[in-house]
Every structure is written in C-alpha cells, then in structure tokens.
C-alpha cells in the first residue's frame, strides 16, 4: 500500500478555443471527482508558451480557462484553481525532472512529434521537454490521480517512469507516488466533425471541425448540420460502428452528454436517418454546454474576480508544494537556509 493520500490534479493549456474534447475528456471529471477528492486544476500558462503566445491573448486564455472551470462547476473555495507560473515548484521540480528524465524517452513522446511536424531543428526546447513538466505539475503536491483525456495517457506514463527513477536513483522508495490515471468510458477520446480519424483540437485550423465551449446555439447547430456522416442510417450495434468513424463519434459524443453507453444510444436510434439523430444531438448539447457557455461569459467579465481565484488558488498550492520541494532538495543534495 502507498503511504500517499488520494489527491488529484489535472491541468489544461490556455491556448484558446476550449471545446467539447476538453469538457468530455478531462473538466466534466475535474467535476465529479470533487465529491471524492481533494483536487488541484491548474491553467498551465507555462506548457502554453512551449508554442508562441501573444503575452495579452495568454492573459486572457488564462483566465477563460480558471471561468471554464468555475462555470462547469468545480467549486474555487472547496478545491484549488491556479495558473502554474503563480507557483514556481513547477519549474523549480521539472529542472531536476530535466536531469532524471532521459532523452530516449522524450524522443518517444508522440506529441512531440505531431506538434514539432516536420521542422523539429525549429521546435522550441520547451516542446521537447514539456512531458517533464507535467511531471512536475503533478508530482510537486504528490497527486495520486490524474483525470485527462486519452491523448495525454503516454506523458502520464512518463511521470510515472520518472516517480519510479527519482525514487531509485536517490534511494528514497516510495517517495513520490505513482500517479494513475482517470479516465472517461465515453469521451476520453472526441473526435473531430470534419475528420472521424483525427481528435477534436484546437489547433485544427477549421472552426467547423469542433464546437467551442462559448459557442452559442446557433453555432452548435450550424456545426452539427454541417458534421460529416455517411450515408447508411445509424445501425443498433457498436460493431457495425467500428468502421464508420464519423458515425461513431457522434454516437459517442450523445453517449458522454447523456450519460449512457454508445450502446443504449444505438438502440434508442438504430434505423435513424442521420437528420433525426443530428437534431436530437444539437437539443442536447444545447442543454448541457448553453448554461456554461453563459456563466463563462458573465464570469470573463469580472477579471478581477477570476484573477482573485487564481492568486487564492495559487497561495494554496504553494503551500502543499513548498515543504515537499524542501525535501526534494534535501534528497538531491542541495544546501538550503534551515
Ligand atoms: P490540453 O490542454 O491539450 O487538454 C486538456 C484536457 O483535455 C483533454 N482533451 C481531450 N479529451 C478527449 N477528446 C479530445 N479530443 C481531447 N482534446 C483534449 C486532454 O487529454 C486533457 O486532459 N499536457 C496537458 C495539460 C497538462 C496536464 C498536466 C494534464 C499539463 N500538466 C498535469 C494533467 C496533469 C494538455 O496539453 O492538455
């Protein structure tokens, strides 16, 4: 048994355009998991600028996502909402995390890869070692569970590889814990409606392919209308989905908003035209995403307020952090003031 007390931190990047992947994936679960842990939601500002940010856009991506968070209803005084770069253990834990990691297992970090495309000599060094400072994030309050969605699962892995190697090297067993991750039956994996075969992002270049978490109704129904199908009607069993990729995500997408399985979906639609279904799926994600899209727009407009979360959340987090990187520095070796 670990001697480590269930925590959880999870983190999201403020580079714009939060969308259904992110709600369903990872923040619908920061959520639930209140009710059962104690937990840390970090805006990772510090991940962010591993890409170029316009200092005044980083500002404000900030705080829109510190409002998402709020607004989906994780509760600021029960929890900790924070910006990582107000809380320097981050940086301070992922330089020693720099020299523990090995270059070997960076150069197998997938996103990496995808982000850095083909100009890798290009990429900043921050990209490369961004899996490092996840590490990092989660390891300096000792967090034992980490809601994320599928994409992130190889960086956990990661964090996982360097907790074991620290507490190795430096002959401290069970120093920090091994951090599981959580994942979500339905929405772990969103897809996005132009492409079935690539995931929801941010970055698609396409506003079409997602639907943003501020999108108004129109919007979303525009998008829905608009999603690319195929054109058999919908079948009544998972299988007879696994090679239609666009019906499949959507299917899974009405799964996470309702909260069912993708199979009892199929049977309440199987023989549905494509049109029927779309409508249905439009109603639903209206109700669910209209009422945090209003309360993140009410809350953006109060910064000083959301700023006041963030700077709450951070004096907290720095005070579970602090006397743990005292002990990292006791444990590697470096002289501090008693
Ligand atoms: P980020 O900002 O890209 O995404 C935030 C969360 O949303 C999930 N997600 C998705 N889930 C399902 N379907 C999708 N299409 C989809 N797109 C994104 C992500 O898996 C993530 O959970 N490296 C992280 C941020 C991070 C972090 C951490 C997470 C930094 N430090 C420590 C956990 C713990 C990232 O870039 O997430």
């Known amino acids: 048994m670990s001697r480590h007390k269930p925590l959880v931190f999870s983190g999201v990047q403020p580079t714009g355009n939060l969308h259904l992947g ?3 994936g990872a923040i619908r679960n920061f959520v639930r998991l209140q009710q059962s842990y104690s937990c840390l939601y970090c805006v990772v500002d510090m991940h962010a600028i591993t890409i170029w940010q316009e200092p005044q856009e980083l500002r404000n991506a900030t705080r ?9 209803g994780v509760d600021p005084k029960a929890h900790i909402i924070f910006n990582q770069s107000q809380v320097a253990a981050h940086a301070e834990l992922a330089w ?18 995808d982000k850095a495309g083909s100009n890798r000599e290009k990429a900043s060094v921050g990209l490369y070692a961004y899996p490092n400072l996840m590490a990092a994030d989660i390891l300096a309050y000792r967090a034992t569970h980490v809601p994320i969605g599928e994409d992130q699962t190889q960086h956990l892995e990661l964090a996982r590889d360097i ?4 507490n190795t090297d430096f002959g401290v067993p069970d120093f920090f814990p091994q951090p599981e991750a959580l994942l979500q039956p339905e929405g772990a994996r969103i897809m996005s ?3 079935g075969t690539k995931k929801m992002s941010k970055s698609d270049p396409s506003d079409l ?3 943003n978490l501020n999108d108004d109704a129109d919007a979303i129904a525009k998008k829905i209308r608009k999603a690319r199908t195929d054109p058999e009607p919908l079948p009544a069993t998972g299988k007879e989905l696994e090679s239609r990729p666009e019906a499949r995500n959507l299917v899974g997408i009405y799964a996470a908003l309702s909260d069912t399985a993708a199979g009892e979906v199929l049977q309440e639609f199987a ?14 994600c209206v109700a669910k995403l209209g009422p945090i899209g209003a309360e993140m727009k009410r809350l953006m ?12 959340g951070a004096a907290r987090a720095h005070a579970i952090a602090a006397p743990i990187m005292t002990e990292v520095y006791d444990v590697v070796g470096f002289i501090r003031a008693r």
Do not use: H
Not at 301 to 312: F, I, K, R
């Open 301 to 312: 407009a109060d910064p000083a307020y959301v700023e006041g979360v963030l700077a709450d």
């Open 209 to 211: 392919s997602r639907i």
């Open 271 to 284: 023989g549905s035209e494509f049109s029927r279904f779309k409508g249905r799926l439009t109603d639903l």
């Open 96 to 113: 020693i995390f720099n020299c523990v990691a090995r270059i070997g297992w960076l150069n197998r970090m997938t996103q990496f890869k």
């Open 22 to 24: 992110n709600y369903l």
């Open 64 to 72: 829109e996502v510190a409002s998402a968070f709020i607004a989906a």
């Open 193 to 195: 409606l132009k492409d």
């Open 163 to 166: 907790a074991q190697k620290f």
